[in-house]
T-cell receptor, first 114, second 115 residues
């Protein structure tokens, strides 16, 4: 089954404790992206990747890191989480980053930072 | 810079009534436009997309949207609402920005269907 998977689905952590949210897709998509969803703000892009070893900042990259060493995986790293990073996070992928292709979304990771 | 405006964060309709969710965009070049739906505790999934072919786009579950360049709109409609349509709907625009295709999402509209 074609899908985007994220782990964990739920995470509660404390300020400053490094964490990684994994994202994997099995569709051989070139483009992958991370979003955060907050009430009233919709989805805001954190980072994106056009292909392996090619990543760039989205609209809200502060406090986050990413890497794209393999085509299928695109982990999101929070080196020192803070309470303002409490949010619902989505990973997405599309065939290419040329705009006309729809994105496929993972189920989401709900992160709480206390 | 591109932007998307969804009018109405919450919309309520009676079962069987017309669904109309509004989306206006701004873009300096012809964009690609998308509607996604998010059911509770799930990720987003594509309803339909406009990629410069026919201006009236049909999607899944009986939804359709019409691209109106003169009005910079891409409103989503469905003739008859079902209870299963209760969800949050997001409009998105994709256009060139700084050498890549930037996707911008609207803030979403929650659709409530009243029996």
């Amino acid at each position: 089954e074609a899908q985007v998977t994220q782990n964990p689905r739920y995470l509660i952590t404390v300020t400053g404790k490094k964490l990684t949210v994994t994202c994997s897709q099995n569709m051989n998509h070139e483009y992958m992206s991370w979003y955060r969803q907050d009430p009233g703000l919709g989805l805001r892009q954190i980072y994106y990747s056009m292909n392996v070893e090619v990543t760039d900042k989205g609209d809200v990259p502060e406090g986050y890191k990413v890497s794209r060493k393999e085509k299928r995986n695109f982990p999101l790293i929070l080196e020192s989480p803070s309470p303002n990073q409490t949010s619902l996070y989505f990973c997405a992928s599309s065939l290419r980053g040329t705009g006309e292709y729809e994105q496929y979304f993972g189920p989401g990771t709900r992160l709480t930072v206390t | 810079a591109q932007s998307v405006t969804q009018l109405g964060s919450h919309v309520s309709v009676s079962e069987g009534a017309l669904v109309l969710l509004r989306c206006n965009y701004s873009s300096s070049v012809p964009p690609y436009l998308f509607w996604y739906v998010q059911y509770p505790n799930q990720g987003l999934q594509l309803l339909l997309k406009y990629t410069s072919a026919a201006t009236l786009v049909k999607g899944i579950n009986g939804f359709e949207a019409e691209f109106k360049k003169s009005e910079t709109s891409f409103h989503l409609t469905k003739p008859s609402a079902h209870m299963s349509d209760a969800a949050e709907y997001f409009c998105a625009v994709s256009a060139p920005s700084g050498g890549y295709q930037k996707v911008t999402f609207g803030t979403g509209t929650k659709l409530q269907v009243i029996p």
